[in-house]
């Protein structure tokens, strides 16, 4: 029996700082596809698409995170957070070039924003009006900026390299999709026959759409797919290979903390002291996290129940 699918979309929005969201319905599904498609589109949505981002800078008289600028508001963290917040496209139509280089050269007094960054050009800014820093004094400040593209995340402590030690290094978020929702309905009809449909939402940064975001992950899961069926090559084994012990590892001791989707306050707050994953999250108890400045109660209460809502952590 082959199924009649058809998809449509349902609504589609943008905001001001550029995300977009998207909801579609996917219709006349036999009883329990809409799980599988659902989960298959929701995994390569959140860890298959590729996206651009900024993943280390190089500031005039700056040699690490804790130096500060003259003439500059922000401490060198909180311009790196701050960074982390730029959304860039990469352009497809252009020749790509493995090693992408922005720069930035401003006199103060001034509010920079995103705008005013040099970009290489193939990239193209989807937050123009991000907020970067403020220069309160006439100080000229000069800042080169390293784009990379790739899929998911980078931490920072994977992206030092010897020959770029004046580099100042970013957690690189690379996944054009935010978030991803689906939810299924049964349908009747006449003669009492169940079908499913699927409704899906999805959220993206602005980088890609969430119609072409939808279409991709379509498309890496047909190649996948695709690529089994093609495989004619058998593999015999003549001996039993000896088995090789494996060494347990918690599913989510390097999972990023920007997965857990934390409001600003507490993101930032588990940033400073060097919470990069989950993994180091989970090496503070309770009373130890609420000693963290600007880490109060309420905080506290977010991040005990996101991990006990998103990954069936609880803490004592």
């Known amino acids: 029996m082959i199924n009649n699918i058809s998809i449509q979309c349902l609504k589609s929005d943008k905001t001001e700082t550029g995300a977009c969201h998207g909801q579609f319905l996917i219709n006349s599904l036999r009883s329990g596809q809409g799980i599988t498609i659902g989960n298959q589109l929701r995994r390569v949505?959140?860890?298959?698409?590729?996206?651009?981002?900024?993943?280390?800078?190089?500031?005039?008289?700056?040699?690490?995170?804790f130096s500060t600028i003259p003439g500059v508001r922000e401490d060198i963290l909180e311009l790196l957070l701050n960074l982390q917040?730029?959304?860039?496209?990469?352009?497809?139509?252009?020749?790509?070039?493995?090693?992408?280089?922005g720069r930035l050269r401003i006199q103060g007094p001034i509010v920079v924003t995103a705008d005013l960054i040099g970009l290489p050009p193939n990239c193209k800014l989807v937050n123009p009006n991000h907020y970067i820093m403020t220069i309160s004094t006439s100080n000229l400040i000069e800042i080169e900026f390293k784009f990379e593209s790739g899929t998911g995340y980078k931490l920072a402590s994977q992206?030092?390299?010897d020959?770029?030690?004046?580099?100042?290094?970013?957690?690189?978020?690379?996944?054009?999709?935010h978030k991803v929702d689906f939810k299924i309905e049964n349908v009747y009809d006449d003669k009492n026959n169940i079908t499913e449909?699927?409704?899906?939402?999805?959220?993206?940064?602005?980088?890609?759409?969430?119609?072409?975001?939808?279409?991709?992950?379509?498309?890496?899961t047909i190649n996948?797919?695709?690529?089994?069926?093609?495989?004619?090559?058998i593999t015999k084994s003549t001996e039993l290979e000896p088995e090789v012990q494996?060494?347990?590892?918690?599913?989510?001791?390097?999972?990023?903390?920007?997965?857990?989707?934390?409001?600003?306050?507490?993101?930032?707050?588990?940033?400073?002291?060097?919470?990069?994953?989950?993994?180091?999250?989970?090496?503070?108890?309770?009373?130890?996290l609420q000693k963290l400045k600007n880490f109060g109660q309420k905080s506290s209460t977010e991040v005990f129940s996101t991990l006990k809502n998103k990954l069936g952590i609880i803490l004592n």
């Open 45 to 65: 949505l959140l860890n298959d698409l590729s996206g651009v981002a900024i993943t280390a800078i190089r500031i005039a008289g700056v040699s690490h995170e």
């Open 85 to 101: 917040d730029v959304v860039l496209r990469l352009d497809t139509q252009s020749p790509q070039s493995s090693s992408l280089v």
């Open 159 to 161: 992206t030092f390299l």
């Open 163 to 177: 020959d770029e030690e004046d580099y100042l290094q970013l957690d690189a978020i690379f996944m054009p999709v």
């Open 197 to 220: 449909r699927l409704f899906l939402d999805v959220w993206t940064n602005g980088s890609i759409s969430p119609d072409e975001a939808l279409k991709s992950a379509a498309k890496i």
């Open 224 to 233: 996948l797919f695709s690529s089994l069926i093609e495989n004619k090559q």
């Open 246 to 288: 494996s060494i347990k590892v918690e599913p989510y001791t390097n999972v990023a903390i920007e997965e857990l989707q934390l409001s600003v306050r507490a993101y930032n707050c588990l940033k400073r002291a060097q919470i990069n994953t989950v993994g180091d999250l989970l090496e503070y108890s309770p009373e130890k």
